[in-house]
Structure formats: structure tokens, C-alpha cells
């Protein structure tokens, strides 16, 4: 059974670029966290969303952030013309299909760095 | 609002005892969890509370008061390997968004 699955493992762009990074969840779980992480910080919650529904989007930014999840293939987390600011950690987490006592199991996590 | 406190740092050494504490506010309240994050890989999960108590698991323990909005882990007989840095994590709200401190990072010494 494999785990999590995030690529790119590093994925660089130039400012301005668009940056794309993918989450095949394991198998078995329908629900998917996206968490960014900066150097020396703590993981912060973009998004949570199940096969086609995005439940909670609070905590991504208004602006070229979208994140998808379909009922065939990966999550994918869109950034559309990145900025300095974006070069972070992107983790991927996802969990079985239940709201209680349901740890979430972690990707290796994309690094994107814009250059 | 919603916020979670955790010491930045804590060093220890090798084969003694730390306890990283864990303070938190949330908007709803479904459990809270411990990770550990070694440097540039994914959090690993090491521990879930959602009653009150202390719940062990072999040299980590994890203790949850939610009345004070308090957890605390527990590494006993510390090893090398240990320095990491420790995620305290929230469940808030409707049992599936999870809210995570900055990190404790430990440092274990020699």
C-alpha cells in the first residue's frame, strides 16, 4: 500500500510562471489537506477537499491559488504566476473517509522555489 | 481566533527526559495530535488525544487537559535520533480541520 504521493519532489520557476504540484492520495482515503510550509515555520492549512468538493479553502489565498481534486487522478494544487513569496514546502496529507480520531498521513512534500 | 503555542526550542540530553507543552485556542475542539518532523521530511504521526488523560506509547507519551486547552509530550530515555521538531496539531471545527503549531524544534545532545 503506498503512501502518499506528492510530485514533484522540487519543482523551480521563474517569477511569473505557473507551478502545478500533484497529491495521489493512498489508496483508500477521499480526503485531502494541503498545508504550506516555510523555512523554519510551522505547517499552515490551505485547503481541505474530498473527490470534487473543495470543503474548506480558508486558508489559501484569494489570488492565483486553486486547488482541484477529481474523481479520477490527483489533487493538484495550481499556483498561476508565481511570486518570491511562494517558495515554500508544499505538503500533501490525506485520510480515510471519517471525521474523528483520523490521523492524516503526510507526502514527502513538493519544494517549489522561484527564481 | 485561532492559535496554537509551542516553545520555538528545547535542548536535552541524551537518555533524559523532555517534556514539549502545547497550548491551544480553537473554534471547536476534536482531538489534537503530535507529529514529528525531521529536517526537509514529512511529519510523521506519533500521537492522538481527544479525552482528558495521558495515552503511552513506549518512550512518548502524550498528555491532553481540555479544560485548561493544554497537551504535553513526553520523550523519555531520549535518543540521538529524537531531535526533530514536534508539531502540536488541532482538530477544530467540523472534525476535519487541523490546526498546527509552529514546532517545538529539540535539539539532543551528546
Known amino acids: 500500500n503506498a503512501g502518499v504521493m506528492q510530485n514533484p519532489r522540487h519543482l523551480v520557476r521563474r517569477r511569473g510562471q505557473e507551478a502545478r504540484l500533484r497529491c495521489s492520495p493512498m489508496k483508500g482515503h477521499s480526503h485531502v489537506y494541503w498545508y504550506r510550509q516555510l523555512p523554519e515555520e510551522g505547517l499552515k492549512f490551505m485547503v481541505y477537499l474530498q473527490k470534487e468538493n473543495i470543503i474548506d479553502e480558508s486558508g489559501m489565498p484569494k489570488e492565483r491559488f486553486s486547488a482541484e481534486f477529481p474523481k479520477e487522478g490527483p489533487s493538484i494544487l495550481r499556483i498561476q504566476q508565481v511570486v518570491r513569496g511562494d517558495s515554500a514546502a508544499y505538503f500533501c496529507?490525506?485520510?480515510?473517509?471519517?471525521?474523528?480520531?483520523?490521523?492524516?498521513?503526510f507526502g514527502q512534500g513538493t519544494r517549489l522555489t522561484v527564481v | 481566533g485561532q492559535n496554537i503555542d509551542q516553545p520555538t526550542e528545547m535542548t536535552a540530553t541524551e537518555g533524559a527526559i523532555v517534556q514539549i507543552n502545547c497550548t491551544y485556542q480553537t473554534s471547536g475542539f476534536n482531538g489534537l495530535f503530535w507529529y514529528q518532523q525531521h529536517a526537509g521530511e514529512a511529519p510523521t504521526f506519533l500521537s492522538y488525544n481527544v479525552l482528558d488523560g495521558l495515552e503511552e506509547k513506549g518512550r512518548f507519551s502524550s498528555f491532553l487537559s481540555r479544560s485548561k486547552g493544554y497537551s504535553y509530550l513526553l520523550l523519555k530515555e531520549l535518543q540521538m535520533k529524537d531531535s526533530a521538531s514536534y508539531l502540536c496539531a488541532v482538530i477544530s471545527t467540523g472534525g476535519f480541520k487541523t490546526i498546527f503549531g509552529a514546532g517545538t524544534r529539540l535539539f539532543v545532545k551528546a
Open positions: 496529507a490525506s485520510s480515510p473517509p471519517s471525521t474523528s480520531g483520523t490521523e492524516a498521513f
